[in-house]
């Protein structure tokens, strides 16, 4: 797919799409972002030059919308979904809508206005809870909640579309880490980042689960290369894209130890353990991406904790422990109607 392309970005204006839609614009491709910006509509404005970028405000489940979107694109990255656990569970009916119905009129209008590769990011804690020293592709996805199980239906609905003009290929991520325009403190490195610095305190809930992660370079990077990889490599694929599979304890000790080198004339922060009820553990094998496209991540846990703290001393954030355009869940509970669970 040469650079001169169009890309369609689901999404675009999240966690991860803030940090994508820049690499994409930078590589010369056109861009059009599709997202309902509950986040923040400022997500851009480091974007010097946005000649490339078409922002749209819409929702993805509107199908006379994507009629009129998706025509001229070449490629589809579906970022887009109501995101982890709390959240989903915050409004079920709606995030069903979002996550699994929607998904299949998506990938029908995209094949029928002439897109010719689909890239579906789907989630690793498809697999719920595994003992494997390693869980491939090939693991049975056991689905713990609801959320998990969507994502995972979703995948053979997409396989369904495989097809010689329309390649499909779905990536099953890590928990992302690091900084990004549109900031999350929901997601486990970077909430025990922004505690150590903003509370000089972690509390870590149980400790022992085993979480596989990756950065947020990393996936953006995987999924521009997945733009420009021969057809038949990816057709139909699936795969892992993890890096440094950590214990819940053990990433509290790498942030603990990143604030001591970056910070050595502040107090240590310490590290408190609670009993939780979160079970999910797993650690996820990323052999099968490195082997067949040569895909092998090159940022760390370590580099997401520093370029966190970077990010907080140079004031990028503001009010980081209370501000819901940083936590998913908090965020979405202020559209709630009055009485909605």
């Known amino acids: 797919m040469d650079n001169h392309s169009t890309i369609l970005a689901t999404g675009g204006a999240g966690y991860v799409g803030a940090v994508l839609v820049p690499k994409l614009l930078a590589e010369n491709y056109r861009v059009k972002v599709l997202d309902l910006f509950t986040y923040g509509e400022d997500v851009f404005d480091g974007i010097q030059d946005r000649s490339h970028l078409e922002a749209i405000k819409g929702d993805m489940c509107d ?4 009629k009129k979107v998706l025509p001229g694109c070449d490629a589809v990255i579906h970022l887009a ?4 656990d709390p959240t989903f569970e915050l409004n079920p009916e709606l995030s069903r809508k979002v996550n699994y ?7 029908q209008i995209s094949k029928e206005s002439g897109v010719k590769r689909f890239i579906y990011a789907s989630t690793c804690s498809v697999y719920g809870i595994s003992d494997a020293e390693n869980v491939t592709e090939d693991h049975p996805l056991l689905p713990i909640t609801d959320y998990n199980k969507y994502k995972g239906l979703c995948e053979p609905i997409l396989l369904k579309y495989q097809s010689d003009d329309f390649t499909t290929v779905t990536i099953r991520p890590a928990t992302v880490c690091g900084y990004s325009p549109r900031q999350r403190f929901d997601l486990t490195v970077n909430i025990l ?3 150590a610095y903003n509370k000089n305190h972690i509390t870590v809930f149980g400790g022992k689960q085993e979480r596989p992660n990756i950065h947020i370079e990393d996936i953006t990077d995987l999924y521009i290369m997945l733009l420009n990889l021969p057809k038949k490599k990816i057709a139909g694929k699936i795969y892992n894209a993890g890096y440094q599979n950590r214990s819940i304890a053990e990433i509290a000790d790498i942030v603990q130890t990143v604030m001591r080198q970056e910070l050595p004339d502040r107090p240590q922060p310490t590290i408190e353990t609670s009993p939780s009820d979160d079970i999910r553990s797993y650690r996820i094998s990323s052999e099968k991406i490195k082997k067949e496209l040569g895909f092998v991540p090159s940022h760390t846990i370590e580099d997401a904790v520093r370029e966190l703290i970077k990010a907080f001393q140079a004031g ?5 422990m209370n501000n819901i355009r940083y936590y998913n869940i908090k965020r979405l509970k202020s559209f709630q109607p009055e009485g909605v669970a």
């Open 63 to 66: 199908q006379e919308l994507l």
């Open 81 to 84: 979904c109501i995101s982890n």
């Open 101 to 107: 119905e929607a998904f299949e009129p998506l990938v």
């Open 193 to 195: 980042t922004n505690h």
């Open 316 to 320: 990028k954030f503001e009010d980081p």
